[in-house]
């Protein structure tokens, strides 16, 4: 159940990132083009990707340095 619960945590942390990312990027690129095309829009998710990747990196390490078992 513990497992479980870490999975669901790292999943909604991931998805949670990489959406708020994508819409940041989709946003930035809207303000300063004046649109957006496909290039756009597939280098928005490659970068919510990432950043999600990044995110839960960092929460595997800081759970694995703060486990206490």
């Known amino acids: 159940m513990r497992y479980l ?3 669901m945590v790292l999943l909604v942390i991931a998805v949670a990132v990489g959406w708020s990312v994508d819409r940041l990027i989709l946003r930035h ?3 300063r083009d004046g649109g ?6 597939l280098g928005a998710a490659t970068g919510g990707l990432f950043a999600a990747g990044a995110a839960v990196t960092m929460v595997v390490i800081a759970m ?6």
Do not use: C, D, H, I
């Open 64 to 69: 694995a340095m703060g486990k206490k078992e």
């Open 29 to 31: 690129s809207t303000v």
């Open 5 to 7: 619960l870490r999975v």
């Open 36 to 41: 957006y095309g496909p290039q756009v829009k």
